[in-house]
């Protein structure tokens, strides 16, 4: 035998059916049925300062203080690379100028 769905088999499909019913709760389903999701979403919000300390996240500040200190060291090093491209070049200057003495005496 099969089950029936309806309470009332005589009704037509569009009365007072399951569906019918179903589709005349008052809010979502997901406000009234509790999940794991919003379980732990609670917990983070509630926890959410305590984790990142405890586990050493980076936070947006923390990724902002990083850009700098990356944006400033490269203006360092290229700052340094300069200073090493002079450098080099009043070596050969100076190198030059000892082969020159070295040939004349």
């Known amino acids: 035998m099969y089950p029936v769905i309806n309470q009332n ?3 037509n499909a569009t009365g007072d059916s399951f569906w019918d019913q179903f589709s005349q709760i008052s809010g979502t389903i ?9 379980s732990l979403d609670a ?5 959410f300062a305590a984790i990142i300390e405890e586990w050493d996240l ?5 990724l902002h203080k990083l850009e700098n200190r990356l944006a400033s060291v490269s203006d360092e090093i290229s700052s340094l690379y ?5 450098l080099e070049g009043r070596a050969k200057k100076l190198d ?10």
């Open 96 to 105: 030059d100028l000892i082969s020159s003495l070295e040939k004349s005496l």
């Open 30 to 38: 997901e406000s009234r049925i509790p999940t794991f999701d919003k």
């Open 43 to 47: 917990y983070f919000d509630q926890n």
């Open 82 to 86: 300069a200073g090493k491209m002079t």
């Open 58 to 62: 980076v936070t947006d500040s923390d």
């Open 9 to 11: 088999p005589n009704q």
